[in-house]
């Protein structure tokens, strides 16, 4: 079966550097979820898309932004990047309609970024 | 305090071993339960969903949810080698049309010994 797909798997930086993630969900989902994962941390939700549309904004820093696409893929924009964003970023998706969620959260591999 | 809590563990068993994982929450609104388990520097695999209160079970794996006891566990019959991983429970209150974010513990990380 098809999963969430993330690119790049891997990317690194350099300080003030911004850096663009992508996000390809599982083929008919329609909702987009972004979470950071610091070492020996759980996943903290950053930001969710359905339809298109900002669903719910988490503890996402002003300087990134995200957006979903007509194709339902997601970008994760992150700029002016700081040490502190050396982290794991997983993008999960989701099928969900106006009677309620029909399938829960599939987590792709995540793009591992280091800032230097 | 986070509004989900879970033993970090770690937790060590010989092969065979019935496992047995636990999440303790505060927030009364959560009403769809995950587990999910995750190797190192990998993403997290959905195990076990299960929407409000009762048991599942799939396989060598079953989830129970007692929403009047804000709290969920995890069993694993027969544990394997391949089992080592760490557990994540994690938790969501349906936000207008959608799932909502997931609320996770800390996770368990588990070792199964042959």
Redesign the interface.
């Known amino acids: 079966a098809a999963g969430?797909i993330q690119s790049p798997r891997h990317l690194i930086k350099e300080k003030r550097e911004t850096a663009t993630l992508k996000c390809y969900p599982i083929p008919r989902h329609d909702?987009v979820?972004w979470?950071q994962q610091g070492p020996g941390?759980?996943?903290?939700?950053l930001i969710?898309f359905?339809e298109k549309m900002q669903?719910?904004k988490?503890s996402i820093p002003d300087r990134f932004s995200a957006q979903q696409f007509s194709d339902y893929h997601s970008e994760l924009n992150m700029s002016s990047l700081e040490l502190g964003d050396s982290a794991?970023y997983?993008c999960?998706s989701?099928l969900?309609?106006?009677?309620?969620?029909l399938e829960?959260?599939?987590?792709?591999?995540?793009t591992?970024l280091l800032v230097l | 305090q986070k509004e989900v809590e879970q033993d970090p563990g770690p937790l060590s068993v010989p092969e065979g071993a019935i496992v047995s994982l636990n999440c303790t929450y505060s927030n009364s609104a959560f009403q769809?339960f995950?587990w999910?388990r995750q190797y190192s520097?990998?993403?997290?695999?959905?195990l076990m969903?299960t929407y409000s209160s009762g048991n599942k079970e799939d396989g060598r794996f079953t989830a129970q949810v007692d929403k009047s006891s804000k709290y969920i566990s995890l069993f694993i019959r027969d544990s394997q080698p391949s089992d080592s991983a760490t557990y994540?429970c994690a938790m969501s209150v349906?936000?207008?049309?959608?799932?909502?974010?997931?609320?996770?513990?800390?996770?368990t990380q588990l070792t199964v010994w042959p």
């Open positions: 969430v909702t979820y979470y941390q759980d996943p903290q939700f969710s359905y669903s719910d988490g794991l997983f999960a989701s969900e309609s106006a009677g309620g969620p829960t959260q599939y987590f792709g591999p995540g591992r | 769809y995950m999910y520097r990998k993403g997290p695999e959905l969903y994540l349906e936000r207008g049309s959608t799932l909502g974010r997931l609320y996770f513990g800390r996770g």
